[in-house]
């Protein structure tokens, strides 16, 4: 196991709600990436926390938000559902100083919507 | 744009036996390029890396070479087990500041006992 939690493992929201994942980093690891990764497809890149600021995004709306607290914990918050964001929502944590590619990824969140 | 892909989607080896798994990419920018396994129900975990300045790296039992000339990647797997029955996916990023990860599509690799 990596040591990255995610909560919940599973979801159910209706179109047009909003949702909220949860995942907590590995010991010591203050960068923390997430990804959401479609049946079948490999992890898409949302966007990448660093120090509680947004340190780079990738191609997805705005209604994709983030936050990362203090003790380097982070949270996704998704706004206006769409049926296209079913997924799994995967978290990723590393050491800033590590080689690029060394994350360590929590189990994910199913999120289905309906 | 940039893509990182796989030419086989499954392969099937023989328990014991030694396993590739193949994988182009086609942004001559990337630093690194990582290789990740997915067990069902888990997510990606990380084997080895290469630095877009080296040739190979060897883990325990991995193997990943690295030829730029051809654009290609490759992760080699000795003694293949049934633990290692998964989908692999290689992945390249971009440093520019922040770790993007920009993954393929995965090769399921099926270890028959």
């Known amino acids: 196991e990596t040591g990255v939690t995610q909560s919940p493992t599973h979801l159910i929201k209706t179109r047009g709600q909003q949702v909220t994942l949860r995942c907590s980093s590995q010991?010591?690891?203050?960068?923390v990436s997430w990804y959401q990764q479609a049946l079948g497809q490999g992890p898409q890149f949302i966007f990448q926390?660093?120090?509680?600021?947004?340190?780079g995004r990738g191609n997805f709306p705005p209604r994709f938000s983030g936050l990362q607290f203090p003790n380097y914990s982070s949270e996704l918050n998704v706004n206006a559902l769409e049926l296209d964001d079913s997924a799994l929502y995967l978290c990723a944590s590393s050491p800033r100083l590590a080689p690029t590619g060394e994350q360590y990824f929590g189990p994910g969140t199913r999120l289905t919507v309906t | 744009g940039e893509s990182v892909g796989l030419h086989l989607p499954t392969l099937s080896v023989q328990e014991g036996d030694n396993s590739i798994i193949n994988c182009a990419y086609s942004n001559s920018a990337s630093d690194y390029f990582i290789w990740y396994k997915q067990e069902s129900g888990k997510g990606p975990q990380f084997i080895i890396d290469?630095?877009?300045?080296?040739d190979k790296r060897q883990g325990q039992r991995v193997t990943v070479l690295l030829n730029k000339t051809v654009k290609h990647l490759s992760l080699q797997i000795a003694a293949t087990q049934p633990g290692d029955s998964a989908v692999y996916f290689c992945a390249e990023a971009d440093s520019g500041g922040y770790q993007k990860v920009t993954f393929g599509t995965g090769t399921k690799l099926q270890v028959i006992p």
């Open positions: 290469i630095r877009s300045n080296m």
């Open positions: 926390y660093y120090r509680e600021e947004e340190n």
């Open positions: 010991s010591g690891h203050n960068t």
